[in-house]
Nanobody
């Protein structure tokens, strides 16, 4: 079992930045692929970025590529999402997710554990 707790969300102006953190607890973490998803009001949950268990491979959605950076510190059991040049369309609840596998895909069903989410609001 892996428990996930996100933090770092908030209200920021367009062009600003935020850094989200996802703290994991449980018996295993370093062998789990991780990801960030987001869900805006009235929209389906969408993939933002995935990171392999060692952190060596990341995959970003086109909408955030070049602006967001995902990293992980397995010693601290924490995954980070640095979000720069934020846009109003980035407004959403951001969820951290963990898979049982060392590499996972871009679909919600690829992930087995989810955090409660943290709200990110970008004002124009």
């Amino acid at each position: 079992q892996v428990q996930l707790v996100e933090s770092g969300g908030g209200l920021v102006q367009a062009g600003g930045f935020l850094r989200l953190s996802c703290a994991a607890s449980g018996r295993t973490f370093s062998r789990n692929a991780m990801a960030w998803f987001r869900q805006a009001p009235g929209k389906e949950r969408e993939f933002v970025v995935g990171i392999s268990w060692g952190g060596g491979t990341t995959s970003y959605s086109d909408s955030v590529k070049g602006r967001f950076t995902c990293s992980r510190d397995n010693a601290k059991k924490t995954v980070y999402l640095q979000m720069n040049s934020l846009k109003p369309e980035d407004t959403a609840v951001y969820y951290c997710a963990a898979a049982r596998t060392v590499v996972a895909g871009t679909l919600s069903v690829d992930y087995d554990y989810w955090g409660q989410g943290t709200q990110v609001t970008v004002s124009s």
